[in-house]
Structure formats: structure tokens, C-alpha cells
Nanobody, 121 residues
Framework: QSLLVESGGGLVQPGGSLRLSCTAS????????IGWFRRAPGKEREGVSCINSSGGNTNYADSVKGRFTVSRDNAKNTVYLQMNSLKPEDTAIYYCAARNYYCSSYAYDYWGQGTQVTVSS
């Protein structure tokens, strides 16, 4: 079973918004950087965003800069990905993943099962 759980996906029209949530099952996320990844149809998984354990550092893929915002509320043990101005190209399964403290392009220890985001008119 996955140690992380994503929620908030769904069907939205182009230009719409969704907020994804990532929560941990049975442990706190305070000491973990959380990355967001996605796998679009016919494509390899790609990194979307990351927030370090303190929340003081965030990263975004060029394709989502200015549209997506990652944040965390450690009191709620939750990391969010606010997605605005959604495009059909954003259609994918979105995953969150955890690694100790700092964002990285690799070596994430825990993963969720993913949540489907579909952007279509």
C-alpha cells in the first residue's frame, strides 16, 4: 500500500482550476520534501513541482510556472498543488512523492497511487 495519498483530481475545462492534496498515511511529513510528478498519456513521468521540508524552497517545471503553486501546511500534514489556468496538456495522472528534507530530481522514497486530472472541453 502507498504511504502517500493524493486527492483532488477530476475533470475540468481548459482555463479552470484544481487543487491537489497529498497526505501521509501513518507518519508526519514535517521532515520531508514533497515532489509532484505527472504521467501524461503516451509520455514518461515528469517532475512538476517540489517543496522542501521547511516550505522555504519551491521548484516548478517551466511548463507550469506562473500557473501552479505548491504549498504545505505541516500542521495539517498536507502538501497542496494549486493548479490554475489548466491546459489540455496538463492532463495526466498526478503523483506526490517524499524524500528527506530537500528537493531533488531523483531518489524519492515514498509515493502515492496518483490522482487523475483531465483537462478537456
Amino acid at each position: 500500500q502507498s504511504l502517500l495519498v493524493e486527492s483532488g483530481g477530476g475533470l475540468v475545462q481548459p482555463g479552470g482550476s484544481l487543487r491537489l492534496s497529498c497526505t501521509a498515511s501513518g507518519f508526519r511529513l514535517d521532515n520531508y520534501a514533497i515532489g509532484w510528478f505527472r504521467r501524461a498519456p503516451g509520455k514518461e513521468r515528469e517532475g512538476v513541482s517540489c517543496i522542501n521540508s521547511s516550505g522555504g524552497n519551491t521548484n516548478y517545471a517551466d511548463s507550469v510556472k506562473g500557473r501552479f503553486t505548491v504549498s504545505r501546511d505541516n500542521a495539517k500534514n498536507t502538501v497542496y498543488l494549486q493548479m490554475n489556468s489548466l491546459k489540455p496538456e496538463d492532463t495526466a495522472i498526478y503523483y506526490c512523492a517524499a524524500r528527506n528534507y530537500y528537493c531533488s530530481s531523483y531518489a524519492y522514497d515514498y509515493w502515492g497511487q496518483g490522482t487523475q486530472v483531465t483537462v478537456s472541453s
